[in-house]
Nanobody, 121 residues
Protein backbone atom coordinates (compact mmCIF):
# COMPACT_ATOMS: atom_id res chain seq x y z
CA UNK A 1 0.00 0.00 0.00
CA UNK A 2 1.48 3.30 -1.08
CA UNK A 3 1.67 6.06 1.52
CA UNK A 4 3.04 9.58 1.78
CA UNK A 5 4.06 10.78 5.23
CA UNK A 6 4.95 14.40 5.92
CA UNK A 7 7.06 15.74 8.77
CA UNK A 8 8.71 18.96 9.87
CA UNK A 9 5.79 21.27 10.56
CA UNK A 10 5.50 23.39 13.67
CA UNK A 11 5.41 26.87 15.13
CA UNK A 12 7.93 29.44 13.90
CA UNK A 13 8.30 33.18 14.27
CA UNK A 14 7.98 35.51 11.28
CA UNK A 15 11.24 35.57 9.36
CA UNK A 16 12.14 32.10 10.51
CA UNK A 17 12.71 28.87 8.60
CA UNK A 18 11.32 25.36 8.50
CA UNK A 19 12.08 22.30 6.40
CA UNK A 20 9.30 19.91 5.49
CA UNK A 21 9.91 16.34 4.39
CA UNK A 22 7.63 13.83 2.70
CA UNK A 23 8.59 10.20 2.26
CA UNK A 24 6.83 7.73 0.00
CA UNK A 25 6.62 4.11 1.07
CA UNK A 26 5.08 0.88 -0.15
CA UNK A 27 5.40 -1.14 -3.30
CA UNK A 28 6.34 1.54 -5.83
CA UNK A 29 7.31 1.13 -9.46
CA UNK A 30 8.03 4.78 -10.17
CA UNK A 31 7.40 8.30 -8.92
CA UNK A 32 6.84 11.14 -11.34
CA UNK A 33 6.07 14.66 -10.20
CA UNK A 34 6.16 15.40 -6.48
CA UNK A 35 4.91 18.58 -4.90
CA UNK A 36 3.61 20.56 -1.98
CA UNK A 37 0.22 22.18 -1.57
CA UNK A 38 -1.20 24.13 1.33
CA UNK A 39 -4.60 25.00 2.74
CA UNK A 40 -5.14 27.90 5.10
CA UNK A 41 -8.24 28.09 7.35
CA UNK A 42 -11.27 29.01 5.28
CA UNK A 43 -9.33 28.85 2.04
CA UNK A 44 -9.04 26.37 -0.81
CA UNK A 45 -6.01 24.16 -1.23
CA UNK A 46 -3.36 25.82 -3.39
CA UNK A 47 -0.18 24.81 -5.15
CA UNK A 48 3.07 25.75 -3.43
CA UNK A 49 5.72 24.02 -5.53
CA UNK A 50 6.27 21.00 -7.74
CA UNK A 51 9.31 19.09 -8.94
CA UNK A 52 9.24 16.48 -11.71
CA UNK A 53 11.47 13.44 -11.80
CA UNK A 54 13.59 15.34 -14.27
CA UNK A 55 13.25 18.95 -15.26
CA UNK A 56 12.59 22.35 -13.82
CA UNK A 57 10.75 23.20 -10.64
CA UNK A 58 7.60 25.28 -10.41
CA UNK A 59 6.60 27.69 -7.64
CA UNK A 60 3.61 29.77 -6.68
CA UNK A 61 4.38 33.47 -7.06
CA UNK A 62 3.78 34.00 -3.35
CA UNK A 63 6.71 31.76 -2.37
CA UNK A 64 9.23 32.40 -5.15
CA UNK A 65 12.61 33.37 -3.74
CA UNK A 66 11.70 32.14 -0.26
CA UNK A 67 10.86 28.44 -0.66
CA UNK A 68 12.95 25.73 -2.33
CA UNK A 69 11.67 22.32 -3.33
CA UNK A 70 14.04 19.39 -3.80
CA UNK A 71 13.90 15.61 -3.90
CA UNK A 72 16.01 12.56 -3.20
CA UNK A 73 14.87 9.85 -5.59
CA UNK A 74 16.84 7.13 -3.82
CA UNK A 75 14.98 7.93 -0.59
CA UNK A 76 11.66 8.55 -2.37
CA UNK A 77 11.51 11.82 -0.48
CA UNK A 78 10.60 15.40 -1.37
CA UNK A 79 11.60 18.40 0.72
CA UNK A 80 10.40 21.97 1.08
CA UNK A 81 12.84 24.44 2.57
CA UNK A 82 10.88 27.47 3.72
CA UNK A 83 12.76 30.67 4.57
CA UNK A 84 11.62 34.19 5.46
CA UNK A 85 8.32 32.80 6.64
CA UNK A 86 5.35 35.15 6.96
CA UNK A 87 2.12 34.86 8.95
CA UNK A 88 0.26 34.36 5.67
CA UNK A 89 2.24 31.14 5.12
CA UNK A 90 0.31 29.60 8.00
CA UNK A 91 -1.51 26.55 6.66
CA UNK A 92 -1.65 22.79 6.60
CA UNK A 93 0.94 21.66 4.05
CA UNK A 94 0.18 18.56 2.01
CA UNK A 95 2.54 16.40 0.02
CA UNK A 96 1.39 15.11 -3.36
CA UNK A 97 3.03 12.67 -5.74
CA UNK A 98 2.10 10.91 -8.96
CA UNK A 99 3.05 7.31 -8.27
CA UNK A 100 2.88 4.13 -10.27
CA UNK A 101 2.43 1.27 -7.78
CA UNK A 102 4.28 -1.91 -8.55
CA UNK A 103 1.06 -3.91 -8.16
CA UNK A 104 -1.02 -2.06 -10.77
CA UNK A 105 1.36 -0.23 -13.10
CA UNK A 106 -1.25 2.50 -13.45
CA UNK A 107 -0.28 5.83 -11.98
CA UNK A 108 -2.36 8.06 -9.78
CA UNK A 109 -2.00 11.01 -7.43
CA UNK A 110 -1.41 10.26 -3.78
CA UNK A 111 -1.75 12.71 -0.88
CA UNK A 112 -0.25 12.83 2.56
CA UNK A 113 -2.33 13.67 5.61
CA UNK A 114 -0.72 17.08 6.01
CA UNK A 115 1.50 18.87 8.49
CA UNK A 116 0.60 22.16 10.18
CA UNK A 117 2.86 25.17 9.79
CA UNK A 118 2.08 28.14 12.02
CA UNK A 119 3.94 31.42 11.60
CA UNK A 120 3.32 33.67 14.55
CA UNK A 121 5.13 35.80 17.09
Amino acid sequence: QVQLVESGGGLVQPGGSLRLSCAASGSIFSINTMGWYRQAPGEERELVATIPSGGSTNYADSVKGRFTISRDNAKKTVYLQMNSLRPEDTAVYYCNAFIVPADFLTGMHYWGKGTLVTVSS
